[in-house]
Each structure stands twice: as C-alpha cells, then as structure tokens.
C-alpha cells in the first residue's frame, strides 16, 4: 500500500466518522453556537443522541471531580485524604439524573410534553457550559493569584446563567410550556428533587437500622446458643 492511498483511506474515515457522529444536529457543541435550533431539532425532528448525553453527563462528573482534587491550594481548602468520591457524585451526576426523573415525574401531572429520554438529552447538552468552566477554573487555579482570578468567577457567574437560561428554553421547548408554565415546572421540579432525596435518605437509614437489628439479633442467639 503507498503511502497515498493510506493517507486517502485516513481521510475517507475521518470524514465518514464526522458525517455519521459530529455532522447534523447530533452535535451536542452545537448547543454552544446555536442553541435555539439544536434545542428545536431535539423536540421535532428527535435528533438528539443518548449516547452523546451519556458522555456529557460523565465528563460533567469527571470535571466535577478533577475541580475539587486539582484546584490551586490557595483556593481550596479540601485535604485529600478527606475527599468523598460520593459526596460529589451527589452534587453532579445523580442530581442530574435526579433533577432527570424529577422534571419528567411532574410534566406527566402538568401536561407536558416532554418524553423522559428527551429530557435527558436536553440536560445533558446544556451541561456544556459547566464542563468547560470547571476544567478552566480548576486550570487557571494553579497559577493565578486571588486578584486575577475575580476575572473567572465572573466567568463563573456567566457560565451558571447560560446554564440556566438554556435549562429554561430547553423545558420550554420540550414541554410546550408558556413562560410561567416552564417557571413553575423548573420550581416544582426542585421541589421534587428535594423531597425523592429525603425519601431515598430516609430508606437508606431505614435499611440501615434493619440491617443492624438482624446482626443484633443474630449475634444474641449465637451468643446464646453457643453458651
């Protein structure tokens, strides 16, 4: 094979793999550019990819975690050997997912229209922002002095707004929804959030105590069996 045609069957894949995974609207960095249509596309036309969601939601945890171990001494206080993986897989991807079924729970009682995996997908993709700001904030941390680094919390601020703002147009356009409409679902939805994790602490704790009883339990008739 010469080095050509190599170089010509390089190309033909490459260009297969953008026109099948990065061509169209599947393109969740599309979001970044043209975030109405993207958002659109998703409702009508279904483009949206699981599998670009899924990849989203794990560099989302990924960064999410990387930002609390490698940020800059000077603007963390976290002691590695206190790091708890759970804690912040609490605070990004199972919120995800949570604010996920929390959203799709309450648009069934409220006339949405929104499928669960379209709520998914929509989610995901807006997380962009907040990748992108945890990898540069965690990156700047290590060589910017307190004074310069005003300049990324105001990034920061940003990000969080478009963030925000995307999550609103994106249920909006999901659901069908008015202005206020989307305002109380988004409301509602945290409501949710908070009450489906009370439940879910609560049956941790409550399985907990099972969980101990029966040991109790069975280590006083062993105790008594054995004497």
Same mark, same amino acid.
């Given at each position: 094979m010469t080095i050509q045609k190599l170089w010509s069957n390089i190309y033909i894949f490459l260009k297969a793999f953008y026109d099948k995974m990065l061509a169209g609207r599947k393109n969740p960095f599309l979001m970044i550019t043209h975030p109405v249509e993207t958002m659109e596309d998703l409702k009508y036309k279904k483009n949206g990819s699981v599998i670009y969601a899924s990849l989203l939601?794990?560099?989302?945890?990924?960064?999410?975690?990387?930002?609390e171990v490698a940020t800059g001494f000077i603007y963390s206080t976290l002691r590695i050997k206190d790091f708890?993986? $759970?804690v912040v897989l609490c605070t990004s991807g199972l919120m995800v997912l949570l604010f996920v079924i929390a959203n799709w729970a309450l648009c069934t009682l409220l006339n949405g229209e929104g499928r669960m995996v379209d709520i998914y997908v929509m989610t995901c993709y807006n997380l962009t922002p907040l990748i992108a700001f945890n990898l540069l904030s965690t990156f700047l941390s290590r060589f910017m002095i307190s004074s310069e680094f005003t300049f990324v919390s105001i990034v920061g601020v940003c990000c969080n707004i478009w963030f925000v703002v995307l999550m609103f147009y994106g249920a909006m356009t999901i659901?069908?929804?008015?202005?206020?409409?989307?305002?109380?679902?988004?409301?509602?939805? $945290?409501?949710a959030m908070a009450i489906i994790f009370f439940l879910i602490f609560l049956f941790i704790v409550l399985v907990q105590q099972l969980y101990v009883f029966i040991l109790t339990l069975y280590t006083?008739?062993?105790?008594r069996l054995l004497s």
């Open positions: 939601l794990i560099a989302f945890t990924v960064s999410a975690i990387i930002q708890n993986i $759970l659901h069908n929804y008015k202005f206020w409409g989307t305002l109380l679902n988004l409301l509602a939805s $945290l409501v006083e008739c062993r105790m």
